[in-house]
């Protein structure tokens, strides 16, 4: 599946909170989200890139298909 361009910050830190991550602290324009072992970090822009929303899942250890159904 290719990966969206339209999604936002916001979009993406709200999809993390359904799927039981805790907001730990924001530094300048990132968000610093953890859930055990595990600690995504955010940027709040318009419109995340490919390749950066790419690396926040990765940080998550979640999916794509499992970050659309938590928009």
Do not use: W
Request: hydrophobic residues 35%; proline residues 6%.
């Amino acid at each position: 599946m290719k990966l969206p361009r339209d999604l936002s910050g916001d979009e993406v830190c709200r999809a993390l909170k359904r799927l039981g991550f805790v907001f730990q602290r924001q530094t300048g324009s990132h968000c610093h989200y953890a859930k055990g072992g595990l600690h995504p970090c955010v940027p709040m822009h318009r419109e995340i890139r490919p390749k950066t929303l790419q690396s926040i899942l990765k940080q998550a250890d979640i999916t794509l298909e499992e970050l659309l159904e938590n928009l």
